[in-house]
């Protein structure tokens, strides 16, 4: 195989991983034929199963390569929120301001990125299905993300950062309402801006309880 035979492959796979969630999040998964996201793509089925066993196998894919495309994307904006060792210092004395900043720039891009918002409207439904992927759906995109916060959250405590404090617990108070207000922006795209002033006004709370009242100048003591 050419170079440019591999990369054109390439580029069918992607296209249909890109019409297949298209697809998935508008109808849900089991509305879905392989021959209609065959035709979205502009290929005749027997074709699309070159690339794909099945349409589960799309499916899966769809988890993978969204998976990866939020991780290179996450690290390209330097809001890196995978590896609790690699961030513990871009917590350290963090201001409230940065602090905000960075989960608004989070939350920004979950809402506005197609891939990511769509993704997210298709597990929306299909965990209801499904007991398989409500499962993978904790999983990745709920406990991670809570034991990723309560790392770091665990380690501040340690480094005297923050109150002493059940960590888990401060993560579930830290992450619930930011899942929420996204939730309510996919809902209701209208309620962008108020979301983002409850945003901000739900860091500054926690920022403050985490910090017994505040630090002076807005810099941990």
Same mark, same amino acid.
């Given at each position: 195989?050419?170079? @440019?035979?591999?990369?054109?492959? /390439?580029?069918?796979?992607?296209?249909?991983?890109?019409?297949?969630?298209? +697809?998935?999040?508008?109808?849900g998964y089991d509305s879905v034929s392989v021959g209609e996201i065959a035709e979205a793509v502009g290929i005749k089925a027997p074709s699309l199963y070159n690339h794909f066993p099945s349409k589960r196998a799309i499916f899966d894919g769809i988890v993978e390569a969204t998976a990866a495309q939020y991780e290179a994307d996450t690290d390209r904006l330097q809001l890196h929120?995978?590896?609790?060792?690699?961030?513990?210092?871009?917590? *350290? &004395?963090? *201001?409230?301001?940065?602090?905000? /900043?960075?989960?608004?720039?989070?939350?920004?891009?979950?809402?506005?990125?197609?891939?990511?918002?769509?993704?997210?409207?298709?597990?929306?439904? /299909?965990?209801?299905?499904?007991?398989?992927?409500?499962?993978?759906?904790?999983?990745?995109?709920?406990?991670? =993300?809570?034991?990723?916060?309560? @790392?770091?959250?665990?380690?501040?405590?340690?480094?005297?950062?923050?109150? &002493?404090?059940?960590?888990?617990?401060?993560?579930? +108070?830290?992450?619930?309402?930011?899942?929420?207000?996204?939730? =309510?922006?996919?809902?209701?795209?209208?309620?962008?801006?108020?979301?983002? /002033?409850?945003?901000?006004?739900? =860091?500054?709370?926690?920022?403050?309880?985490?910090?017994?009242?505040?630090?002076? @100048? @807005?810099?941990?003591?």
């Open positions: 195989m050419t170079g @440019g035979e591999g990369m054109k492959r /390439e580029d069918t796979r992607q296209i249909i991983l890109d019409k297949a969630l298209e +697809l998935f999040s508008a109808r929120v995978q590896n609790v060792a690699q961030d513990i210092p871009a917590f *350290t &004395e963090i *201001t409230e301001e940065t602090l905000f /900043e960075r989960v608004r720039q989070i939350f920004l891009y979950s809402l506005h990125n197609e891939s990511i918002s769509r993704f997210r409207r298709m597990m929306t439904i /299909e965990q209801f299905r499904s007991p398989e992927l409500a499962e993978s759906y904790s999983r990745r995109y709920v406990d991670r =993300v809570l034991a990723y916060h309560a @790392g770091i959250f665990r380690a501040l405590i340690a480094a005297g950062e923050i109150r &002493e404090s059940d960590p888990d617990t401060l993560s579930m +108070l830290y992450v619930a309402p930011v899942l929420t207000l996204i939730g =309510v922006c996919d809902r209701q795209p209208e309620r962008e801006d108020e979301c983002l /002033e409850k945003l901000r006004r739900h =860091v500054s709370l926690f920022f403050r309880m985490v910090h017994d009242g505040g630090r002076q @100048g @807005g810099e941990c003591r």
